[in-house]
């Protein structure tokens, strides 16, 4: 458990992006955020997605670490 969790906590570190904005930008609430990068939960297929879309109108070169991360885990 926690491979996406990992990626996206270090995504967030480096790119300094808020769990906050991160949550509105997706339209889920921050605890999901906070689950995940802690995690106590893996998100969804369909959430991966969500979280590489959201990354990309935030930074695009944070959406691309995101999923390097997450796929060379």
Not at 16 to 34: C, D, F, T, W, Y
Not at 45 to 69: H, M, T, V, W, Y
């Amino acid at each position: 458990m926690g491979k996406a969790g990992i990626a996206l906590r270090q995504v967030l570190e480096k790119y300094e992006i808020p769990q906050n904005k991160l949550a509105v930008m997706m339209g889920v609430s921050r605890s999901n955020i906070h689950r995940w990068i802690y995690e106590v939960g893996d998100p969804s297929g369909d959430n991966i997605l969500a979280i590489r879309d959201a990354l990309q109108k935030a930074n695009p070169e944070a959406a691309s670490a995101f999923i390097e991360l997450y796929l060379n885990s």
